[in-house]
């Protein structure tokens, strides 16, 4: 800690010698883009050759909130039912950390991307039901060291791959609707919400305005299954805490998408604000009510995405994964307010950063916190932004 400390005292009188003489230096809208966070990983840790389907990987550890005997189209029987998570941007919906049936499977809610919020509200008529057919982290998502088999699956662990290497990396997997066996009149329709917060982005982004131009990008890829999706959509929440939900991609009518890549800009969608309510089991997206129109985000402090179905009688699946977020790429050296101009606010942050080895000093993005923050600091720093 001794030389931290001087390495410390050094930079607050070299980066105060540069703010002298260059003075206070405005951003302006940067080139390129820069990754916010991602969705994709090896989440799960399950010792080779175990059980496939051991521990319970399900949202939130559970299989929701169940409700039968209900009547939900008002013909006078009680014959319908409701599965839901409830929507929460507090509590996570993703599985938690440890399964007390299996002590050797873990869910790794440390790594980046891993925790996600949200909800998933899914309803039946003229059938009972004791879960979701599937709403779990699944173990088939895509692992960029592996080709795709000719089947569409990715190795599977307990295939030849070494543990090191494990084969799939954890999809979000969503089948509403799977039936065994289809009998008439039956039904069903769901809305699902998947939410990343500011406090999962990558570090440089917990701490900056993160803001979208004409490089930036929001996408995900289709991991397995997608079938009867009907309305797929981004939803962010701007600096000002109000939610924005954007018009509708889905590719409806377009079935198991292995593989395949949807990337749009932000800054090209029209967007229409709306409200969420924590702790409801609904939060349906109502698209007659909203008010579409172009807008600039200040500040990304949560986003993610929006799928629904209306009823149908048809199996509905969704499997994703890669869900990323690239935006207007940042000027490293700028970490406090006022934004757009560097200045001994800024040095101070990353001074207490640094000596509390805290990963907003990490400049060069290494995942360590040592002299070479300082160069990459005092470069960023010295060369102004942008």
Known sequence: MRFKGALVTL?????????????AQPISEPEGSKEVFANWGDYVTKPSGDNYWKGNRRFRSSNGTIENDIDLDNDGFNDD?????????IEPLRPNQFDSRWPEYKYHIDMQGATYFGGVHCEYLNMSRNKISQSASHIEGANPNYVRQNDGHWQRR?????????AAYTEITLFPYHPPEHLPGQASRF????????AEFHSWAQVRPVVFDQNSRITYTFARKYRNIQEARFVIQDGDGV???SENWALYGVEDLWGDDMVLNPADLVWAPTNFIEGSDTNKFNESQALFKSHVFSDVLVAGLYFSSEWSEVETKLAFDQFRLFAAEPCMADLAAPWGTLDYFDVQVFLGAFSAEDLVADINEDGMIDYFDI???LAAFSAGCP
């Open 375 to 377: 160069q990459a600091y």
């Open 243 to 245: 939610f924005y939900v």
């Open 158 to 166: 307990g295939g030849p791959a070494p543990e090191e290497n494990r």
């Open 191 to 198: 809305h699902a919400y998947f939410l990343w917060r500011k």
């Open 81 to 89: 039912s409701t599965v839901y998570y409830t929507f929460s941007l």
């Open 11 to 23: 930079l607050f009188v070299t980066v105060c010698f540069l703010s002298n003489v260059a003075g």
